[in-house]
């Protein structure tokens, strides 16, 4: 066994047997079976997003260099998952109509801590492997950058990341809809080990949305409670507005929590588990 499918077994395994997946109360966990994607430090992608996602996006390379040693190599490797919401908590969301529900606030709040050991474990097991790693989210220097072009934005995406890792597509509402759907959360480690990278299954950056591959959908539009969604795309200040202040100072110490997020245009949609094949505005199961 490679290290490549070492590291999928070690990502699985954390997912599967870390106390810090399991829900509230010990029922149920956050986050189900992961995807796993590799791609290749080098990939142009990555420095074509300097110029789609602005100058401050910084290069598999350039997080290299913090992980210390020599300069960064041009080689290496950005390992990236994707760690599906359960069926339970996703449930819970699909009958929301204006808030999350407490079970999807929990798994934004607790289950991202729980995805930041995932992280740090990752890059662990990359330097038992011989390599340098870093994870550009724990990273002392990661940070949020309001562009004037492109809103709110940060240092390092991990949804174009994923795109790049053949993990999956953009959607209208600006997530990343993999093979298990929408609706989850996504984790980086870049390394200088080389490990062969995944295929990317598509030809379009929006592939896998119905409505942006011209199909009858939108159905994100109308689950979204602070109208952030149209035809046109995502409004990303109306919709962090929303989340960070409106759904956060209303529900926050209610669910114990100290970030809620939203997640109704990622619940109660096609793309909600799975990659729509044309079925319109269908509910998933």
């Known amino acids: 066994m490679d290290t490549r499918e070492r590291l999928c077994e070690e990502i699985a395994r954390f997912v599967q047997q870390h106390p810090d997946n399991l829900r ?16 290749a430090a080098d990939d142009p992608l990555f420095a074509a997003y300097q110029t789609i996602i602005g100058a401050f996006h910084r290069t598999p390379g350039e997080w290299l260099a913090e992980a210390g040693g020599d300069p960064a190599p041009r080689a290496g490797t950005v390992v990236c998952w994707v760690l599906p919401i359960t069926v339970e908590v996703r449930q819970s969301n699909r009958r929301q109509k204006e808030f999350p529900s407490r079970q999807w606030a929990h798994t934004r709040d607790f289950g991202e801590k729980f995805n930041r050991g995932l992280r740090a474990r990752v890059a662990e097991f990359l330097f038992e492997q011989g390599g340098r790693a870093v994870a550009p989210m724990l990273a002392a220097s990661w940070q949020r950058v309001v562009d004037p072009v492109v809103g709110l934005a940060s240092t390092w995406s991990e949804r174009h990341a994923a795109y790049a890792a053949g993990l999956g597509t953009f959607s209208l509402n600006d997530g990343l809809i993999t093979p298990r759907g929408i609706a989850h959360r ?23 949305c119905l409505t942006c591959r011209g199909e009858e959908c939108g159905a994100c539009i ?14 990303k200040d109306r919709c962090q507005q929303y989340t960070y202040e409106t759904v956060l100072g209303t529900k926050g110490e209610e669910y114990g929590v100290s970030i809620t997020g939203c997640g109704l245009c990622q619940t109660g949609v096609p793309c909600e588990s799975r990659i729509p094949t044309g079925t319109g505005g269908q509910r998933t199961r």
């Open 24 to 39: 509230e109360g010990g029922e149920g966990r956050y986050f189900g079976e992961p995807l796993v994607g590799f791609a």
């Open 186 to 208: 996504l984790g980086t480690v870049v390394t200088d080990l080389v490990l062969e990278p995944s295929p990317r299954p598509y030809a379009d950056y929006r592939e896998n």
């Open 222 to 235: 109308p689950r979204c409670p602070a109208a952030a969604i149209t035809l046109a795309g995502h409004d």
